[in-house]
């Protein structure tokens, strides 16, 4: 079988090392060296692994990871970061929103679909940026028919080679209008596709996203849209049609073949919450399809096939990435055979004062750097000196000790409290020079901190 290498990044993906890989995630998530080593030790051997012969390739499976940590500590963001780097199809799903089979509720093989959803949608636009020219040129093209005068009928006295030159100059010189923007003003009348019928779908099996027939795929022509005339703006007509050029030019049988190899070969699917189903046998009451659950998602990272509207997709050698944090119960909750699916266990450290300095300094995208280009918008020079800093990650640290510890995500309500007055007043300020420093985070918040019954209302 062919095995698919996911299209390079900037940095070739191929070429990452597991020391830059870390590197990589360095960059957004702070801390949890162990988890960034162990994701980036299963990007890489699944690099490895595309390099093997075919046969050998098809019997390596990922090593799947289980994460073990409180919330906010960067479970999720390392995931997604991953993905990222990798340009592979990603999703999120919650394992509490499943329900065992013959419960309502969402059935477990609907995190594939959705997968598959994504990889499409990646794919597509990946094309759409390759005929996006060519897309372009045709729309313009057809635009100028629309624009250009009827052809009159040629006399008999005329020379057809000079009036097919005084046409194709006419042409020119509306063409160049146009680059212009001289005929941003005029109207147009194009034949637009209204809307097609909605599909009728006979569904079987025990999910309605199981599809057996679809009625739109036997009688195309009784969905397709009718067109009808609509009058446009010129530069809306040029996006309308660009984009029905690009569709043309597309292969959406060859779109939906890429993206399944994709998703096959290199698709992640994160399951967070994976602790809220981790039940113990013989639980009785609303948790009672908690096991069942488990049983019904141990096929699926486990290798089995799942049928969706893009054709059948194996989830052998899709990526699981599990996380929980485990307060209640234990990972040997988990029944032996997922357990046994997740091999990697990568324990995730809490995060203190130490940690919430740098999450609000270091990253690409930190919060502080965040709220200054927000503030910037507002013509408003937001300034917060060292002092400051450390004092927003002090009064964090002390409002997760007290109330519910829900990590690095204090540090968002800790900044909107701080600033809220300055980002309601920001548009009348005279002053534009704000500088956040110690005294202004301790007038801001030291009495809400101090009180504990409204800051577990506020913070």
């Known amino acids: 079988m062919a095995i698919y290498l996911p299209e390079q990044t900037q940095t070739s993906t191929e070429s990452l090392t597991p020391r830059q890989i870390v590197a990589e995630l360095d960059k957004y998530v702070i801390g949890q060296a162990a988890a960034k080593r162990a994701v980036a030790i299963a990007l890489r051997n699944r690099m490895r692994r595309q390099k093997l012969a075919p046969e050998l390739a098809e019997e390596i499976a990922p090593k799947n990871i289980l994460m073990i940590g409180p919330t906010g500590v960067g479970k999720t963001e390392i995931a997604r970061r991953l993905a990222r780097l990798a340009q592979s199809p990603f999703v999120k799903v919650e394992a509490s929103k499943f329900t065992e089979v013959g419960y309502v509720g969402r059935d477990v093989e609907s995190m594939v679909r959705d997968l598959v959803e994504l990889g499409i949608d990646m794919v597509r636009e990946e094309r759409i940026e390759e005929v996006r020219s060519k897309a372009a040129q045709n729309a313009e093209d057809r635009l100028l028919d629309l624009l250009l005068p009827p052809t009159r009928p040629t006399a008999p006295d005329e020379d057809p080679v000079a009036v097919r030159e005084q046409q194709n100059r006419t042409r020119e010189r509306i063409r160049e209008q146009l680059h212009a923007g001289q005929l941003d003003a005029r109207v147009v009348e194009i034949d637009a596709r209204e809307k097609a019928f909605p599909s009728l779908e006979i569904v079987a099996g025990s999910s309605i996203e199981e599809i057996d027939i679809n009625l739109k795929d036997m009688l195309p022509g009784l969905f397709q849209g009718k067109t009808k005339k609509r009058r446009m703006k010129v ?75 893009y054709g059948m997709v194996r989830t052998d050698h899709i990526l699981f990435i599990a996380a929980g944090a485990f307060h209640v119960s234990k990972p040997s909750d988990l029944i032996p055979e997922l357990q046994g699916r997740f091999p990697i266990r990568v324990e995730l450290e809490a995060l203190g004062r130490e940690e919430f300095v740098r999450i609000l300094t270091e990253p690409q995208s930190s919060l502080v750097k965040q709220y200054t280009a927000l503030m910037d918008t507002e013509g408003i020079e937001l300034t917060f000196t060292d002092d400051a800093v450390h004092q927003i990650a002090n009064f964090a640290t002390i409002v997760n000790e007290r109330t519910e510890n829900i990590g690095a995500r204090r540090l968002h309500t800790v900044m909107e409290k701080l600033l809220d007055e300055i980002s309601f007043e920001g548009p009348d300020l005279v002053n534009k020079r704000v500088t956040i420093d110690e005294a202004y985070v301790t007038k801001m918040l030291a009495d809400i901190v101090k009180n504990e019954d409204l800051s577990r209302y506020i913070l």
């Open 235 to 309: 530069p809306e007509a040029l996006e309308y049609l660009t984009q029905e050029e690009e569709q043309k030019l597309i292969d959406m049988d060859s779109v939906a073949k890429t993206a399944v190899d994709r998703v096959e070969q290199a698709g992640i699917i994160f399951i967070d919450e994976i602790d809220k189903i981790a039940g113990r046998e013989g639980s009785h009451g609303p948790d009672v399809s908690r096991e069942g659950v488990q049983r019904d998602i141990l096929p699926i990272v486990e290798g089995t096939t799942v049928n969706t509207k």
